[in-house]
């Protein structure tokens, strides 16, 4: 009765479990930066001139993505590209075996 249940309530665990992970992977980036912070984790120029420009990128590559959703066409110039990525449904693969 209880695994009914728990199936009911989880149809497709495997989504389940990439949600927590996207969920929580962020926090624990978080918490990694706060406590090199806390403990004086000090960054040379090279170093901190790669987080910032990984942190440039990823915002602006964000940013794009947003505009792109109100502004379809935005994505052409943003991106470099027209059309949005397409993605596979879960469980099939590109490619498929010769029959």
């Not at 927590?20 to 962020?26: D, I, L, Q, S």
């Not at 926090?27 to 406590?35: D, E, F, P, S, Y």
């Not at 794009?64 to 066409?73: S, T």
């Amino acid at each position: 009765m209880m695994l009914a249940l728990l199936r009911r309530l989880v149809p497709d665990p495997r989504s389940l479990w990439l949600s927590v992970v996207r969920t929580y992977a962020p926090i624990l980036a978080g918490l990694i930066v706060a406590w090199a912070a806390r403990v004086g984790v000090h960054l040379d120029d090279a170093s901190a001139l790669s987080v910032v420009t990984a942190l440039g990128a990823g915002g602006y590559y964000l940013l794009a993505r947003l505009v792109e959703q109100h502004w379809p066409a935005a994505g052409r110039w943003l991106l470099g590209a027209a059309q949005p990525p397409a993605y596979l449904p879960a469980g099939q693969d590109v490619l498929q075996p010769d029959d």
